[in-house]
């Protein structure tokens, strides 16, 4: 039977309510909030069908970084499938995952010589756990099997990255699946105390990771960290100097530290990797989202020559026998290297400096909004906390921004704007003109 083609809004709805489960939704909802159709993508706008258009504030789940259907993309991809869509890693090699293992090399911090690669952000953290704790066994430590991680952490939705994520709400229906993991104080700067800055609470908050240390560090394999910026804890920033004390301290107590770039990492905070700001190199670099510019699900796991080295022996058990069907898809990493050649060719990181000011000029007036607090920046994320009477907050602010032409998704009552970095000036000026107008709706 040939596919009946879809040629309307209204029946693509229809058709994906009855044949497509939505992630992250339930689904009896959109008996009254209806889906989003869409059609096609250009630069930071999404159009349907019918020619409505959105601007992607949001990146497309924080994956997009030059834009929808970006030409030097496109084309990287075209002439791939030309040549090669998919061949299995294990055994095999491809020019593509050699290229980009090689660039990955180059541009993390110093010592992270050897890429794993999976297909998306969870699998990538499973893997940099199964990895620390296969290394601590093979270095004669079976026991350090144990995990922390941050207070309000999100490392994917696996049940391996589900038991060091700390979201009640992703996290509580599968408990007594899930490996019980310790958490320690995240250094989130909107906790500090009164009188205190951002540097001291986050110093505040290593001293308890130290006192964790100390007890448990027999126990432990790796502490996981979402560098700098919290994604899903709704956009919670905080000092570098907790990356380099967590650094210190790991080292000091024989724990593991990983460092899930997979929301941060490619430039969004400001630098390449968000570890640089704290000058460190982690034991484990997860990457992903926004890895293939937001085309292709890739993810990597990079790491270090001692770790590699635990791993490399004639028996077979001692090695890494993970695996993914798709792993190193070559079309996913030539994405990755399209990407890679835009922030080579196009002085990205200091192009977005220049937007990042603007948008701080321009937001000024949502900085100053009487029901605006805690309005903060780092890199290309922008977040502030709404005072709101509105329990749905969040499924209003993000219905009523559609009717505005912008696409934003609250976290709770926190508004972020995590555009993709090709946003121009005018492009700034309708997201914060427009935000605006939704907020004041709101309140
Ligand atoms: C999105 C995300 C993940 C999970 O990635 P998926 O591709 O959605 O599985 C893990 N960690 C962080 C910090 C993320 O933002």
């Not at 497509?20 to 989003?36: F, I, S």
């Not at 009164?194 to 001291?200: K, Q």
């Not at 050649?341 to 220049?354: C, K, P, Q």
Request: glycine share 6%; aromatic share 8%; net charge negative.
């Amino acid at each position: 039977m040939a596919a009946t083609p879809i040629k309307s809004n209204q029946a693509l709805l229809a058709r994906s309510l009855a044949a497509v489960w939505h992630p992250c939704t339930q689904m009896k909802r959109h008996e009254t909030l209806p889906l989003v159709p869409i059609s096609h993508g250009n630069g930071v706008w999404l159009y349907d069908q019918e020619g409505k258009r959105y601007l992607d504030a949001v990146s497309s789940w924080w994956v997009n970084l030059f834009g929808h259907c970006n030409p030097r993309i496109n084309a990287a991809i075209t002439d791939q499938l030309g040549k090669l869509e998919h061949v299995m890693l294990a055994g095999f090699t491809h020019e593509p995952v050699v290229q980009l293992s090689e660039r990955l090399a180059q541009l993390a911090p110093d010592g992270l010589g050897h890429c794993f690669y999976a297909s998306d952000g969870a699998s990538a953290v499973e893997i940099a756990l199964k990895m620390s704790a296969h290394y601590w066994r093979n270095a004669g430590k079976p026991e350090k099997t144990q995990f922390i991680s941050l207070q309000n952490s999100y490392h994917g939705e696996t049940l391996g990255a589900l038991s060091v994520t700390d979201v009640a709400l992703f996290k509580d229906a599968y408990g007594p699946m899930l490996k019980q993991n310790a958490t320690v104080l995240n250094p989130d700067s909107r906790n500090a105390a009164i009188g205190e800055n951002a540097h001291d609470y986050a110093l505040r908050c290593a001293a308890q990771l130290e006192s964790h240390l100390q007890q448990h560090h027999r126990q432990l394999a790796a502490l996981i960290i979402e560098p700098l910026v919290q994604g899903a804890a709704g956009m919670a920033m905080y000092h570098p100097v907790y990356l380099s004390r967590a650094r210190e301290l790991c080292e000091e107590y024989g724990v593991h530290l990983i460092a899930d770039e997979i929301a941060v990492g490619m430039g969004r905070t400001g630098t390449m990797f968000a570890c640089e700001q704290g000058e460190i190199t982690p034991d484990f670099l997860c990457l992903s989202k926004g890895i293939t510019g937001g085309y292709l699900p890739l993810s990597v796991v990079m790491t270090t020559n001692k770790i590699y080295q635990a791993f490399y022996a004639d028996d077979v058990t001692r090695g890494f026998l993970h695996s993914h069907s798709y792993t190193g898809n070559p079309l996913a990493c030539r994405a990755a290297l399209a990407t890679l050649e835009i922030f080579a060719t196009e002085d990205v990181l200091n192009t977005n400096r220049i937007k990042a000011a603007y948008m701080n000029r321009i937001a000024d007036s949502l900085r100053k909004h009487p029901k605006v607090k805690h309005f903060r920046n780092r890199g290309m994320i922008w977040a502030f906390e709404v005072e709101t009477p509105h329990a749905d907050f969040a499924q209003r602010c993000f219905s009523l921004a559609l009717q505005h032409e912008i696409l934003l998704r609250p976290m709770g009552n926190t508004v972020y704007f995590m555009p993709p970095y090709v946003i121009s000036e005018a492009e700034m000026d309708i997201l914060v003109t427009r935000a605006l107008q939704v907020i004041d709706q709101l309140v």
